[in-house]
């Protein structure tokens, strides 16, 4: 098995599989531009699922997003409708003849896809950093030195498999000026008097409701930072979490607001807006970070070394067992060392290769 680096060439059309959850398409992010910096003459097309693919379209540094359908192959009522959907979705993607696939998430579904798509070159994690065999998919292997990297950097190596060579790390996503003025129009009629505004998430998807901080903790919290720190507190959600939302806001005394409906663009033109984002190891925490917003980060069983927001500004607590460990006094008292930072240095600096690992960061037991 060949895992020595290779150059691209100019010619090349690249392929990225990067399919499914917002956090994990955010974080490959950075190995995409590192990739386009070191060769802007290649022409690169992203393979991903619904549930992320507006984050990427109309990026200034993808030529072409490439819709995999997963609800219809998840639908699928028979067999021979799901062997002819796999089938389409291969024709579909050899025809662009790409020259390298890049697995960047590692299960046998995206190595497959890999396969699928006629690339003679397919690079992707080694045996013991992969899951579900993917390997067996690919014939350039990407071997980190050790499996407890932040996906980040893990990212990175991958795209450093093909000679894209790089120090910082450049998160790219580009906002529209019709979602800056929705953010901002939205922000003014809930929040008049301008004050410091933080975003609070307590939802997560059903499979991983482990991840949650308790609602009653939430609400706790908002009601602190409405009355102690002066905050204009959004509790924002997403697909089936409204209920969820709504109850954090009655049980802070009405303290807290709920935010409409949102887009995940329209989520990410809030919180480029917002003091600070409180929530556990999801989709939108990572969003935040992306977009540069001072996170708090609530982690229980899930390792941070892995998962956790890159740069100084932010703060992770973490209790081994459960997040509901981690109470609201002192989920408070790091969010008010956060907002008490001025403005002006809240702006997160461009990040090195260096910093993947977050400089605050709590033990809960």
């Known amino acids: 098995m060949d895992d020595r680096t290779r150059r691209l060439e100019d ?27 070191s060769y802007p003459a290649v022409r690169v097309a992203w393979l991903v699922e619904d549930l992320s693919r ?22 699928a009522a028979h067999p021979r409708i799901l062997a002819g959907l796999l089938a389409s979705v291969a024709r579909d993607l050899r025809r662009r003849r790409f020259d390298v696939a890049l697995d960047f998430q590692g299960s046998i579904k995206s190595g497959l896809l890999a396969l699928l798509s ?25 071997r ?28 790219i996503l580009p906002e529209r000026p019709d979602e800056g003025r929705a953010a901002e129009d939205l922000l003014r009629s809930l929040n008049p008097r301008g004050l410091p505004v933080v975003v609070l998430s307590p939802g997560t998807s059903r499979r991983q409701r482990h991840k949650r901080w308790p609602a009653e903790h939430f609400s706790r919290l908002a009601g602190r930072l409405a009355s102690d720190a002066g905050a204009l507190v959004l509790v924002v959600w997403g697909p089936g979490e409204e209920e969820l939302a709504r109850s954090v806001a009655a049980s802070s ?30 989709g939108p925490m990572h969003l935040a970070w992306s977009v540069g917003c001072p996170v708090l980060a609530l982690f229980g069983p899930t390792d941070p070394r892995l998962n956790a927001p890159l740069g100084g500004l932010h703060v992770v607590l ?48």
């Open 54 to 75: 507006d984050l990427l379209l109309g990026h200034p540094e993808i030529d072409e997003v490439l819709r995999f359908p997963r609800r219809e192959l998840r639908d």
């Open 118 to 142: 006629g690339a003679p070159r397919r690079v992707g994690l080694s045996p013991g950093h992969s899951r579900e065999l993917s390997w067996l998919f690919t014939n350039e292997w990407v």
């Open 11 to 37: 010619h090349d059309h690249v392929l990225l599989i990067r399919l499914g959850a917002v956090g994990d398409v955010l974080r490959t992010l950075p190995a995409l531009h590192l990739i386009r910096a």
């Open 318 to 365: 973490r209790s081994g067992r459960r997040t509901s460990s981690i109470t609201p006094d002192v989920a408070y008292e790091s969010a008010r060392r956060i907002l008490a930072i001025p403005a002006a240095d809240r702006q997160t600096p461009r990040l090195l290769r260096s910093s993947l690992a977050p400089r605050a960061a709590v033990a809960v037991r």
């Open 144 to 171: 980190p030195r050790e499996r407890r990297l932040n996906r980040v950097e893990r990212n990175l190596l991958i795209a450093e498999a093909i000679g894209a060579r790089g120090d910082t790390i450049e998160m």
């Open 253 to 282: 005394g009405g303290r807290a607001e709920v935010a409409p409906p949102t887009s995940l663009r329209l989520l990410a033109s809030i919180l480029r807006r917002a003091a600070l984002f409180v929530g556990a190891d999801t």
